[in-house]
């Protein structure tokens, strides 16, 4: 567990939903939580809030040991406070709770942030969100949200993997008290970073997978972290709990670092909208 600013705590390790739809969404919320995971990341873009409650539902755990996150998404900011209020709403009607763990804003939308921040508060004062963050922030975006907000934001989800370590941006949150939860661990689109020899040599160096020793990585520094996982693959995620990598090896890892996005849209300064 991780402690946030505002003293609630977060799994270090959750399960990411992204790309996932339907039946399929249902299935791996509930079988996730059923291997033990207590922690699932979703948003109004990825389009499986419901499917996420009821895989949630279906899984018989008790709502309050799960820690749920979702979004907003960017097409809603640029609609104004009443839209982003109504997807507050969508979001808790579709994940069939009373609350949200963590609302997080998805991407900094130019002229946006500020309304949709102090959208995000009320909610947190009406007890309906229990804490607020933001996703792909970089250092001048941190600094304006913070100029005028009254609830400091607990998490900043980025893209965090060994090809990019965003040392520099987790540094700068950690002393503005911020944690940082890594998404998109191994890569996306045509990056293959458990491919890499050293990941490859260092999985057979602690008789793990590739897979494991990124995850072990991430959270050996630190970092919360939200692979997308399949079934078969939940036990082997937990298990980066039960083993540590060398510091040299630490090291190692990161210097393959080479300030690679998985996608050059993603980076929040030339992000399309």
């Not at 993997?161 to 040392?167: G, R, Y």
Request: proline letters at 4%.
């Amino acid at each position: 567990m991780i402690r946030l600013n505002n003293d609630i705590e977060i799994p270090q390790i959750g399960v990411g939903t992204w790309t996932l739809r339907g039946e399929t969404a249902r299935q791996n919320v509930r079988l996730a939580l059923e291997a033990g995971f207590r922690h699932i990341d979703t948003a109004q873009m990825y389009e499986n809030e419901a499917e996420v409650g009821q895989g949630i539902l279906d899984s018989g755990i008790p709502r309050q040991e799960i820690f749920v996150t979702t979004k907003v998404s960017t097409s809603i900011m640029r609609n104004g406070s009443e839209a982003v209020r109504n997807s507050i709403d969508g979001s808790l009607a579709k994940l069939k709770t009373d609350y949200i763990d963590l609302l997080l804003i998805h991407w900094p939308v130019k002229d946006c942030v500020r309304d949709t921040w102090q959208v995000m508060e009320n909610y947190v004062r009406q007890g309906k969100v229990k804490s607020i963050g933001v996703s792909n922030f970089n250092r001048h975006h941190l600094d304006n949200l913070l100029s005028y907000a009254e609830i400091r934001p607990v998490i900043n989800q980025i893209e965090v993997h060994p090809f990019m370590t965003q040392e520099e941006n987790i540094a700068y949150n950690r002393q503005l008290g911020i944690q940082v939860e890594a998404w998109g661990p191994f890569g996306q689109g045509d990056i293959d970073v458990v491919g890499h020899p050293l990941l490859q040599s260092l999985a057979a160096k602690y008789q793990k997978t590739a897979s494991q020793i990124v995850l072990r990585w991430i959270v050996q520094r630190g970092l919360i972290t939200i692979p997308r996982a399949k079934p078969n693959h939940f036990a082997e995620n937990l298990e980066i709990m039960m083993f540590s990598l060398s510091d040299e090896d630490m090291q190692a890892i990161s210097a393959l670092n080479q300030n690679l996005r998985s996608n050059v849209l993603n980076d929040p300064e030339k992000f399309p909208w």
